[in-house]
């Protein structure tokens, strides 16, 4: 039997929502029990939502909460290295919204606390559990879909057209860099393991944080990653994977997408028993991932990378 964890959730914004309402559908393992805003009248109305019986006027209250076991933090970027440090100093597991933090320095003082301390903390990327792209990892571990070298992604947002607008603030950690670069370099990450070689180039608007970002990153297979990210347009999300033997492997891949038998390729018979039974799944849930992963602001379910003492 899973332990039952007992909550907290810091910051009452859009991502604090959508995570309070995926833990009140896993009520046999997850207890929320406290929320921490910067106002009462806002820790209220959150917990009225969600039926949380401790509410905060502090993060540092619900920090210290003696009967809390974890924290959820889904303020800015800008703060994740306080409230981080604040929750684990105060004894607590920590799951910190993506980005954990604005940069390395920041990452490895969580990081080197959270061992020191002997507690849990992750990154909440969602992304990494969607039951497309864990099947996926899966297939290409298994050798049944061929050998990806390189991946393409397009990642368009779209933002409110309002300068003041926290997507434009660079004090609260504003730019496609921070906000959404996440989701395509941990999307290859999980596939390649850490990129040996990054760079990049950006176009800064006139709020000072940048717009648009192109990436280029090399790993240690030689696989390479294209990475364009833009601040406003209207194609949401497009990942592109680029497989060796392409030509050899295309009707087997176009099978496999079009929910037909497929005979696994030099993968093991269980993996391709089980390929047709899944196929049609996948396809749905690739659709649907593309549109959630392109909703900016709606990101709250954890992800790999965890670091454990």
Not at 117 to 134: C, D, G, N, S, Y
Not at 155 to 181: C, H, K, S, W, Y
């Amino acid at each position: 039997m899973t332990e039952k964890l007992r909550w907290a959730i810091l910051g009452t914004g859009k991502i604090g929502n959508r995570f309070a309402e995926a833990l009140n559908h896993i009520p046999e393992q997850a207890d929320l029990l406290a929320v921490g805003s910067r106002r009462q009248e806002t820790a209220d109305a959150f917990g009225e939502e969600y039926g949380i019986p401790r509410r905060y006027d502090s993060y540092k209250q619900a920090a210290n909460d003696p009967d809390v076991d974890i924290v959820y933090i889904g303020t800015p970027g800008v703060f994740h290295l306080r409230d981080v440090r604040m929750c684990l100093q105060a004894g607590k597991h920590v799951l910190c919204e993506k980005a954990l933090a604005v940069n390395a320095q920041e990452a490895e003082e969580m990081i080197a606390l959270a061992r020191e301390k002997q507690l849990f903390l992750m990154e909440a990327m969602w992304t990494r559990f969607f039951p497309i792209h864990v099947r996926i990892r899966e297939l290409l571990s298994a050798g049944a879909i061929g050998k990806v070298n390189g991946i393409t992604i397009q990642f368009i947002a779209q933002v409110p057209e309002d300068i003041n607008n926290r997507f434009f603030r660079v004090d609260l950690g504003a730019g496609v860099l921070l906000d959404t670069a996440s989701y395509g370099i941990s999307w290859a990450s999980s596939l390649f393991g850490p990129p040996e070689a990054v760079t990049g180039l950006a176009t800064f608007g006139e709020s000072g944080c940048d717009y648009q970002t192109a990436l280029a990153l090399r790993y240690s297979g030689g696989q390479l990653v294209s990475y364009l990210l833009f601040e406003r347009g209207y194609t949401r999300a497009l990942i592109r994977l680029g497989f060796d033997d392409a030509m050899r492997r295309r009707e087997h891949i176009r099978a496999w997408l079009a929910g037909e038998p497929v005979p696994a390729l030099d993968a093991p018979a269980s993996v391709a028993e089980d390929l047709s039974g899944e196929q049609q799944g996948a396809q749905a849930e690739e659709g649907h991932e593309a549109d959630d992963v392109g909703d900016r602001g709606q990101h709250h379910a954890a992800g790999e990378g965890g670091i454990h003492p």
